[in-house]
């Protein structure tokens, strides 16, 4: 089963707003990584934060985590039409090498 | 320069048949990935190639399933006797060793009829 858990599993919000989405884990992790997926073809990585950092910045996207509560955030800001895409949260378990992603929260921009 | 590509980008096939999908990774990079995507659904891992090492198989949902690395090049994920149910997208990702990011192609729609 997938560790990663996405929620909402689907977000429609206005051209400028802000988008949050929010992603739970089960077991330690080394880093947590959020990717975006278009159109359902290949999944473009967006940013990685490691298990000992609590905050990330990567131009509009925003990411937290807080390893007490096994839980990662994603904020995009000033959302644009070509935001409008699926996100997934992968986690790289400790001792594993492969990633674990979720369901993932699929993201409509109106313009 | 060139990213991971795969081939063909779709393929339809008859039940009962067999198919064999071609990832070509991003030169250099050591680790390579094949997930499968069904259809509004997260990635499933399949299977994954480091190096020159044994691969991990846990993904592999059956027997009917294999995929192949010669080296650090060219990877070809084989489904044997295709149901219904392996329709799907299959992604291939490749990874340099040490950082963690996965580089993903564009994936192969399969549609088994």
């Known amino acids: 089963s997938q560790q990663g858990e996405e929620d909402p599993q689907a977000l429609s919000i206005q051209e400028g707003e802000n988008a949050t989405m929010n992603c739970s884990y089960k077991?330690?992790?080394?880093?947590l990584q959020w990717y975006r997926q278009n159109s359902g073809r290949g999944l473009v990585h967006l940013i990685l934060?490691?298990?000992?950092?609590r905050e990330k910045h990567s131009g509009r996207l925003r990411v937290t985590l807080d390893t007490s509560k096994k839980s990662s955030s994603l904020l995009i800001t000033a959302s644009r039409a070509a935001d409008t895409a699926s996100y997934f949260c992968a986690t790289d378990r400790q001792g594993a090498q492969k990633l674990v992603f979720g369901q993932g929260t699929r993201l409509t921009i109106n313009p | 320069g060139a990213g991971v590509s795969q081939s063909p980008s779709n393929k339809v096939t008859e039940k009962g048949k067999d198919v064999e999908l071609r990832c070509d990774p991003i030169s250099g990079h050591t680790a390579l990935y094949w997930y499968r995507q069904r259809l509004g659904q997260g990635l499933e891992f399949l299977i994954y190639?480091?190096?020159?090492?044994?691969?991990?198989k846990s993904g592999l949902p059956s027997d009917r399933f294999s995929a192949e690395r010669t080296g650090e090049s060219v990877s070809t994920l084989t489904i044997q006797r295709t149901q219904q149910e392996d329709s799907a997208v299959y992604l291939c990702?490749?990874?340099?060793?040490?950082?963690?990011?996965?580089?993903f192609g564009p994936g192969t729609r399969l549609l088994v009829l």
């Open positions: 190639f480091q190096g020159n090492s044994a691969p991990d």
């Open positions: 077991t330690s992790i080394n880093n």
């Open positions: 990702a490749s990874r340099r060793q040490g950082p963690e990011t996965q580089y």
């Open positions: 934060i490691r298990s000992n950092e």
